[in-house]
Nanobody, 123 residues
Framework: QVQLVESGGGLVQAGDSLRLSCAAS????????MGWFRQAPGKEREFVAA???????YYADSVKGRFTISRDNAKNTVNLQMNALQPEDTAVYYC?????????????????WGQGTQVTVSS
């Protein structure tokens, strides 16, 4: 079982950068695929990025070239570097962990979720 705590959100201007961090508990962090999802008010939760147990990386088309996901299994952390932020990136960002390996872009692959961290981008 994994507990996740996100940090690093905030209010920034368009074009700025933020680095989100997710701290995970547990002794088996390396056995989970780690993902980032986001949800804006009135919208469905959407996939942002994921990194598998073996280091395979997946991005939503909307963030390719701007966001970078990474993990440090020794420190039980996963990070999301967000560059060139735009107002449409405004959302609550959630860190998620799951044992699934087939469909890392799908939220049903994830068993554990953090509380979320707010990212607001002003124009």
């Amino acid at each position: 079982q994994v507990q996740l705590v996100e940090s690093g959100g905030g209010l920034v201007q368009a074009g700025d950068s933020l680095r989100l961090s997710c701290a995970a508990s547990g002794r088996t962090f390396g056995s989970y695929v780690m993902g980032w999802f986001r949800q804006a008010p009135g919208k469905e939760r959407e996939f942002v990025a994921a990194i598998s147990q073996n280091g395979a990386i997946y991005y939503a088309d909307s963030v390719k070239g701007r966001f970078t996901i990474s993990r440090d299994n020794a420190k039980n952390t996963v990070n999301l570097q967000m560059n060139a932020l735009q107002p449409e990136d405004t959302a609550v960002y959630y860190c998620a962990a799951g044992a699934g390996r087939l469909y890392p872009r799908d939220d049903y692959e994830y068993d554990y979720w953090g509380q979320g961290t707010q990212v607001t981008v002003s124009s």
